[in-house]
C-alpha cells in the first residue's frame, strides 16, 4: 500500500463514521438565498422510510466517495435526510459551498437502515441517468449550483430484476 493510501486510511480513521456527516453544512436554513439546490422527487415507490440526498464533488474520483475520506481531504460533501412525507411531492433542499459543479445521489431507504439494500431501495442522479451494472459517470450527472437555489427533479430508480434499475413508471 502507497503512503498516500495509508495517511488517506489513517485520516479516515480519525473522524467516526456516522450517518450525520455532513448534515449540519448541507441543511438549508430559512431565507438564506443559495446556493442551493431545491430537489422535486418523482416515481416514489411508496411512502416508507427515509430520503437521503448527498451532495459530492463533481469529480470523477470523489463522486459516490466515501464521506470520511472526502471530508478529511477538505472536500464537499453534504447529506440531507427526510422522513418520507404521506402525501405531496417530496422536496428537498440542500446547502452547496459556492455556486459550481456537484453531483447528488438521493437514496429511497425504504427500511430506515442508513444504507443502499439492493433488493428495496431506490435510486435516484442529477440529470436522471439511464442506470445500469455501475454507478454513473460524474461528468453524467454533474449539475451547476448558482449562487442562488436551483431547481431540480429527480426520478427515483428501483431494482426490477438481476441489478437492474428503472424508473417504476415512465417519467411524464
Known amino acids: 500500500m502507497s503512503g498516500g493510501a495509508l495517511a488517506l486510511l489513517a485520516a479516515a480513521a ?11 453544512e448541507g441543511q438549508c436554513r430559512a431565507h438564506e438565498p443559495g446556493p442551493a439546490f431545491l430537489i422535486d422527487v418523482d416515481g416514489l415507490k411508496d ?13 470523477e474520483r470523489d463522486f459516490l466517495a466515501d464521506d470520511n475520506i472526502l471530508l478529511s481531504q477538505g472536500k464537499t460533501f453534504r447529506r440531507v435526510e427526510v422522513p418520507v412525507p404521506q402525501t405531496g411531492v417530496p422536496r428537498l433542499c ?19 437502515n442508513h444504507k443502499l439494500t439492493i433488493s428495496k431501495d431506490g435510486l435516484g442522479f442529477s440529470n436522471n441517468p439511464r ?12 449539475v451547476q449550483a448558482s449562487a442562488g437555489i436551483t431547481e431540480l427533479r429527480i426520478l427515483m430508480n428501483y431494482n426490477q430484476g438481476f441489478y437492474t434499475f428503472r424508473p417504476l413508471r415512465e417519467p411524464d
Open 14 to 24: 480519525l473522524m467516526p463514521s456516522s450517518p450525520d456527516l455532513g448534515k449540519a
Open 47 to 59: 411512502r416508507q422510510g427515509q430520503l437521503k440526498l448527498e451532495l459530492y464533488p463533481a469529480a
Open 94 to 112: 440542500i446547502r452547496a459551498p459556492a455556486p459550481g459543479a456537484y453531483a447528488l445521489m438521493l437514496l429511497h431507504d425504504r427500511d430506515s
Open 131 to 142: 442506470l445500469g451494472w455501475s454507478k454513473p459517470r460524474a461528468a453524467t450527472v454533474s
